[in-house]
């Protein structure tokens, strides 16, 4: 059984995910492959349904209920969408997946990060990012880039922020393995470069 390979990209809001995820599955489908994007909250019937809940519910929702809709939503995305195309030899390109739930929940909402692994490891079945890669920005420069539209995420304080980006770095730097930090401030095409990079090389040392 031929088995795919599978790619995120996450980071801070307005790091860039969006736009490289966009290029780069531009580039690896012109290299001939077969890439299948998606997004995490969402890319599925159930999980847009389950999206919408979490960017714009107005009653309160406590930080729990947050980390376990995500963790259904996401549940249902590896089901439907990353096993079938993993198992049919396809690179599944990921914007966000488990981690961001473990450093927005996690790191700075102040849920034990330890915990949401281990949760969240029950809800994709062994299914993990092969190469994570972090698109890492301070939190003016994000703020910046960032829609004034915010969403009921995107709408808490910059220290909240500030612990976001020191969690994806803490996480980075407990598995250098799996996590790259990628420094997202040059222009478009400088970061999209350095993805190929780290893209290449980790297809390659896999064989
Ligand atoms: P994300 O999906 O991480 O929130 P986006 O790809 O939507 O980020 O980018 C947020 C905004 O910043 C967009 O308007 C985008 O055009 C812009 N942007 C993305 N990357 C860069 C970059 N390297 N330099 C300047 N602006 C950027
Ligand atoms: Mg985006």
Known sequence: MPRGWFLCLDGVDGAGKSTQCRLLAE????????VVPCHDPGGTELGKQLREILLHHRGVMALTTEALLFMASRAQLVAEVICPALDAGKIVLADRFLLANVVYQGHAGGLDPAALWQVGAFGIDGVEPDLTLILDLPPEVSL?????SADRLESRGDAYFA????GFLAEAARRPDRLRV??????VDIVQER????????IQAQG
């Open 163 to 166: 612990n976001v980006r020191a």
């Open 144 to 148: 910046a880039r960032r829609k004034p």
């Open 182 to 187: 990628i420094d997202a401030t040059p222009a």
């Open 195 to 202: 993805i190929r990079q780290e893209v290449m090389k980790s």
């Open 27 to 34: 580039w690896l489908r012109g290299q001939g492959r077969d």
